[in-house]
């Protein structure tokens, strides 16, 4: 069960299903394949139960009132 995510780990979270989505045959198990680490990995880091952005970078953030934005590389 993952710890409660920040907002802002919740949106980044959420662009990256979004972004799978949209992209045709984009599964867990084949970011797992182009990462070079297993399925069970990138599900972690898709549900939130691993790779939370540290809540001291989150308080700087809010300090400096900047937020991190996910968008397509163009």
């Known amino acids: ?10 949106r980044i ?3 990256v299903k979004d972004a799978m989505k949209q992209e045709p045959r984009v599964t867990q198990a084949a970011l797992a394949e182009r990462l070079g680490t297993s399925q069970p990995a990138v599900a972690a880091l898709v549900n ?6 540290p809540q001291s970078l989150i308080n700087l953030l809010d300090a400096l ?3 991190i934005v996910v968008q397509r590389k163009s």
């Open 65 to 67: 009132g900047l937020e």
């Open 48 to 53: 939130g139960s691993r790779g939370q952005i």
């Open 13 to 15: 979270r959420d662009a």
């Open 1 to 10: 069960m993952p710890k409660d995510l920040t907002p802002t780990d919740q």
